[in-house]
């Protein structure tokens, strides 16, 4: 059975790179009016977003203040937390997407988990460095080896091979293929990797002092409710370019392909020709 | 081990496929109802992205002997390792012995044996333990595996010396022992006469007559045209990653030449690869 | 699928016993480095004894890379690839003999470290058996887990700097894990470690599975 190179997978059903229509790509870039619209509302969001978190949500001081009284850096919180979300449902998309790669077979799915690492990996940073402040403020130091933030440095570490793994690897073949098993590998690894730091440092460490009091409320979880929403449009922002980027990458490296062959048909009939000559 | 019952065919029996049927004299070939071992028709074949087979066409019949001659670069080597199953075959149509290469090339990898340039073996075991070893992973026994190192002349001082202490002309009568003891139908040699001296080489000629005595069928790439020739029936030329002359009959002239592929259709293939 | 893993573990087993390279440089790796943490800890005896547990696994999980690195480099001489592909072996017979080779060269590595760990740091054992389980549950992690990355790896032309990068925080909770368990064990508490063993066991169990499964594609497409 001849496979059929017009409906081929791996070769991209994904985002169209055409030019017309809310979705659709220009031509001059990677950005469209549907991604437009979106960044904006990413924008404007991360606006009213530091409006609330920074001035009209109440510090964590005076007659509701929680055991610790954090005062002002509780707003760190607001960051953190979304952040922290979206860097797990990053590496869970990767997961996913890894998944599909294996079983679809296309490259839409490849591209995706790819996208959704790199995009990750900020988040993940983000992560750290707002965790790393916050423990700055809870206990004094740059770095407390909690179960949280031990847990997400190596979900980076992770995250960095697999993208190492995907540099490494030219054939775009053969690197969807692997760095979909990695991808898979690597996640399946983390609810044990979850259960061993948990265990590990709650033998040092009862509690963990990130948690929120759970009795949040008003406008308090809303702007908590509001920084999810906001991050999360940035993340869908960043990958859709993020992902049309590639896409666009693949295309140019199909481009070369169709002329390597016609070099190299080129190159048969000029041999075979000669050869022709030298037998007359 | 693995032995199918082909005959040898006669030289009045050459099978002929379809078009080449027609170009032939007629009344001197009688088609015989018997599959090519190797039947491949515009196949294309990736190495990383570049095209090393762009569009073969090449017919082998049972218990043939072809040669692939052509410069340096043509796809000699990745035409045989398509044969062996190793490279995704990713448009055309590919068989071997039976197996369509771009279903499943897996299943035919058992009963094809493939001697490349390099040696295949493991420098730091002896050269028994080599040919035991991948005669043994092929399923055939450790007879087989003596046999093939007496046929080759290596059961005598040279049995437990470890093969990265052997010369290269040593080496390759190894990797030739460990590829005969498996009985492979289907024989791929890539210039299987490199590096062997005069009494190698015709251990060589002698290796594939028996081979095609017992029914096997031997494709080979060579640069040394005037003993190749002497033992090939027939021999094809590849460049430029296509082949001419590629069925029985001479067929060049009047071939319609493989379609081109479209320069709009992206080429990843990959859904239909196994 | 048994029958091509003894095989494929047997050569593997004999090629170490002609070339001695597990023998003669990674063992002494293994014990140069329990030397080199006495150096950069105080000589100070307490704290080595102390952080006994996990200097050791420390250096199982250092020496655990070069045995891995060792498998498969023999296994990416031009060739032999093909030649294990064309061989009709089953994969996952190759899998769990090339994990086999790599688990019975890591836990003869334990056993003179050991010897290394109780005369250097002067250690002494609790109870041997959850010590002599959590090695057996840990090796057999490690070494399924190593040969996956092992044959992901063995493929690429930066394979030496890229299987540290990937197999060491996969394996991280493994050092936890063993680290725990052998501080009980060293104790003379058991009752912490059998949580730990657990977990390693856990591990090992999915990571041998994926094995089976995920070798076959990695073999491919060299």
């Known amino acids: ?280 | 081990m693995i032995r199918a019952g082909y005959a040898r065919p006669r030289a009045d029996q050459l099978y002929a496929p379809p078009h080449c049927r027609a170009l032939a004299g007629t009344g001197t070939v009688r088609t015989v109802v018997m599959e090519p071992v190797v039947h491949f028709r515009g196949a294309i074949c990736l190495l990383e992205r570049f095209p090393a087979l762009a569009g073969v066409d090449l017919d082998v019949a049972a218990g043939e002997v072809v040669l692939l001659q052509g410069p340096n670069g043509a796809g000699k080597t990745t035409l045989l390792r398509a044969c062996a199953g190793l490279v995704p075959v990713i448009t055309g149509t590919a068989r071997v012995l039976g197996h369509d290469l771009t279903v499943d090339r897996r299943s035919v990898r058992r009963q094809v044996g493939m001697l490349g340039h390099s040696t295949g073996l493991y420098d730091d075991l002896t050269v028994a333990d080599n040919v035991r070893f991948w005669a043994r992973s092929a399923g055939a026994g450790l007879a087989e595996a003596e046999a093939a190192l007496t046929r080759l002349g290596l059961d005598g001082r040279l049995r437990d010396v470890a093969v990265a202490r052997l010369s290269s002309g040593q080496r390759r009568r190894t990797s030739l022992a460990a590829m005969i003891a498996r009985r492979p139908l289907l024989w791929l040699l890539d210039e299987p006469h490199a590096t062997l001296d005069q009494a190698g080489r015709d251990l060589v000629d002698g290796l594939i007559a028996d081979a095609v005595a017992a029914g096997a069928t031997v494709l080979f790439a060579s640069h040394e045209l005037d003993r190749a020739n002497a033992v090939a029936h027939r021999s094809v030329t590849v460049a430029g990653g296509i082949v001419q002359d590629g069925c029985t009959a001479s067929g060049a002239a009047g071939r319609p030449a493989a379609p081109p592929v479209s320069a709009h259709a992206p080429l990843g293939n990959v859904a239909n690869v196994p | 699928m048994f029958r091509d893993a003894a095989l494929v573990a047997g050569k593997d087993l004999r090629l170490e016993w002609r070339s001695r390279v597990t023998t003669n440089q990674v063992m002494p790796f293994a014990v140069l480095v329990l030397v080199l943490f006495a150096f950069a800890l105080d000589p100070d005896r307490r704290i080595l004894v102390e952080a006994t547990p996990g200097l050791f696994w420390l250096a199982v999980l250092f020496s655990a890379l070069l045995a891995i690195q060792r498998a498969f480099v023999v296994e990416s001489i031009d060739g032999v690839r093909d030649g294990l592909r064309l061989s009709g072996l089953d994969p996952a017979g190759i899998f769990l003999g090339k994990a086999a080779g790599i688990a019975v060269h890591l836990l003869a590595l334990e056993l003179v470290l050991g010897a290394g760990v109780a005369v250097f740091y002067g250690a002494h054992l609790g109870s041997p058996v959850l010590l002599v389980l959590t090695c057996l549950a840990a090796t057999t992690g490690l070494a399924s887990a190593g040969s996956l990355y092992g044959v992901l790896a063995a493929g690429l032309r930066v394979r030496e700097t890229i299987l540290p990068l990937l197999l060491l925080p996969v394996v991280a909770p493994v050092l936890i894990g063993a680290t725990q368990a052998f501080e009980a064990g060293f104790r003379g508490t058991p009752a912490d470690g059998w949580r730990w063993f657990g977990l390693l066991a856990v591990f090992a169990l999915m990571y041998t599975i994926i094995g089976l499964f995920a070798f076959d594609p990695l073999l491919e497409e060299a």
Not at chain 1, 160 to 166: K, Q, T
Not at chain 1, 245 to 266: F, H, P, S
Request: glycine residues 8%; contains cysteine.
């Open chain 1, 1 to 280: 059975m001849t496979p059929d190179p017009t409906r081929s997978s791996l070769a991209g059903r994904g985002a169209p790179a055409g030019t017309s229509g809310f979705w659709r790509a220009d031509p001059s870039g990677t950005g469209s009016r549907g991604s437009r619209v979106i960044g904006t509302l990413a924008l404007v969001g991360l606006a009213v977003l530091a409006l609330f978190a920074l001035v009209l949500s109440p510090s964590d001081a005076g007659p509701n203040a929680s055991v610790n009284e954090f005062g002002e850096m509780v707003r760190i919180l607001y960051v953190h937390v979304p952040v922290a979300i979206i860097c797990f449902l990053a590496f869970a998309v990767t997961a996913f997407a890894s998944a599909m790669v294996l079983w679809r077979k296309t490259e839409f799915w490849d591209l995706l988990a790819a996208a959704s690492a790199e995009v990750g990996v900020v988040f993940t940073v983000l992560t750290l460095i707002t965790g790393s402040l916050w423990g700055h403020v809870a206990w004094g130091t740059w770095w407390e080896w909690d179960a949280r933030l031990t847990s997400t440095a190596l979900l980076l570490v992770l995250f960095v091979g697999y993208l190492a793994l995907r540099r490494a690897i030219t054939d775009p073949q053969v690197r969807a293929r692997r760095a979909a098993i990695a991808g898979l590998i690597a996640f399946a690894d983390v609810p044990i990797v979850h259960f061993s730091v948990d265990w590990w440092r709650s033998l040092h460490q009862p509690a963990t002092i990130t948690r929120f009091d759970p009795t949040i409320d008003g406008i308090e979880l809303f702007t908590l409710m509001l920084g999810m929403v906001v991050f999360l449009t940035t993340y869908v922002w960043l990958m859709i370019h993020r992902f049309r980027l590639q896409y666009v990458q693949a295309r140019l490296d199909d481009r070369g392909l169709d002329v390597a062959l016609e070099e190299r048909r080129a190159e048969a009939s000029a041999a075979l020709a000669t050869t022709a000559g030298i037998r007359q």
